[in-house]
């Protein structure tokens, strides 16, 4: 049974500003939703409420690192990046400012539809010269979060999950290393976000079936280890297939797809997440399998890979862990 | 830093070096000299508590843009002097205005001559819109709106740090279209920050022409007022009314100043290319000689040579 943690950023951001005088938390009237009110109460000082006023905080965050402060911003993904891109490129990105950009509700983890969902932040951000970027994906890699964004020396963009978090590492998140969850050589599986915790829902099923499979788990989108990727899809034998709670464009996929083509690799490349499309509001569960990018997606491709059925049905895969709308470990707001 | 010239006598200064520059490459940002000479002498010869210029007098090449692997990068704010707890730091946001602020960089002692026949040279630092690294600058402005939040986090910072200085913005009318100037003034407004102030060259101008045509904003007094800054307004050719506006109190609150100004002050010969000054290039060889003639015959110097 995974432990599930229960908010780990807002625990973790509390141990670690709490100890840095020099932070400043920054909050886009979403303090709450982004686990920040903890802290916000006990260490009113160090806490700057912005309001919704993404255009002015952006600028403002990057005054405060001028006057020698480090401002972690809380905001959900989306605003951080579509309305005040202009900020976040002239204040934040071009004079390499330390801020650090905490973006809640990755991709389709919010019911709240298309203005929520943060579905090509990760494509945004990877192109953005100077910009750092790193995607969570488990209660570990939560935990650690502040303390290796703040050891870069210029901004960082980071994808948060929140509320109640499934512990899937023992090691903390360290920037540019790449996960190992399984050794194979037959087709490699590269995941990240919380399409890792939906890939190893099909693992049992893959066990005795005669496909070894290669799986890693990538947290760091910039700087990415080309080098280690590299030798690894250089020695796998059917193909390659990348699972992302993204667009498909200018995320995990295209960005293995740049590492293929730039070495003249021979390798199939199969990328699940959002293909080219908008999502509308739903559960996780709801909108990963509609769109495409759950378990049972990954076993389809790699029934493609093979070239035959596996046999195993959408029942076989572990069961999905449902979360619960109204518990205790989710923020009341969306 | 005091200059030994008063701010008037470097007010006309800056707007001879900017004419003489249109002349001799047809074409600059002139009418900014005009509305703003006033302003920018008095905030560097009086206003600003500023120390004495740290970077070259002749600006240094282009240095690179900003990157993990780029050790030589410096911002023009060097110019300024040192960034201290007591000196007052100074945020250029009208960018399009950086001829004018490096003629008063040179008017004031901070740079060289050879600095503006660098201007808008390839691999030159002094570029045509102020960039980080131009002198006098510190950040991009060139996007329109983002120097007063920046400002106001510099202040904000600076009022944790409790330091002396003050932080002062420069900047123009037109940006005030954008909205992300109210929210600045909301949030500078809501933290008190009365170690912030701001000068506006209010020119009613813009690229298309007259503001009132392109859009008008209104009664910015009253907005700005209304937004809970204080908010004085005075004629932006009068230092003397300058002086009394930056005295005025106002604890807990930001102050900004707007300054009414003409277009085409010390230069009335201007007036027949109203309403489009954003940008002067001579439409014929005519028109550059009688541009010469005229304005030179207002600025008491002898037609430029070119």
Redesign the interface.
Known sequence: MTEIVNKPYGASFKKYASQNKNILCLSGDLTSSCEVDIFRDEYPKQF?S??M?E??M????????????TPFIHTFGVFAYRRPY??LL??IA???RRVRIMGFLPGITTPAGMTHQAIEDIAVMRTI??MTVIETGDATEVESICEQADSV??PVYCRILRGGVPRLFDSPLKIGQIRILNSGSDILLITSGICTEEALRARASLINQGISILHLHIHTFKPFNEDKILDLISNIKLGVITMENHLVNGGLGTTIAEIISKHGLSKKLIKLGLQDTFAHGGSKQYLTKYYGFDAYALINSIEKFIGQKLNIEEQDLEKVRIENVHSLSKAEAL | MKNILSSEQIALGIRRRVFEHCIKNNGAYLSQACSSAEQLAWLYNEALHLGDSIAPSIPDEFQGVPSVSNKNYKTGAGYNGPNTKDYDRLIFAPAHYALVAYATLIEVGRMSDEGLSMFNKDGSSVEIIGAEHSPGMEMHNGTLGIGLSTAAGIAYGRKLNNEKGETCVFMSDGELQEGQIWEAIQASVYYKLDNLWAIIDVNEQQVDGAMADVLDIGDINKKINSFGAKCIEIDGHDIDAMRQAKNEKHDGRPLIILARTSPYKGMDFLKTRFPRLHYVRFKSEDERNKMNKEISKELGIDPIIY
């Open positions: 700057v912005m309001g006023a255009q002015n952006m600028s403002f965050a990057g005054g405060l690192a001028m006057s020698g402060f202009d900020q002239a204040s071009y004079p390499r010269p100077n020396d210029g």
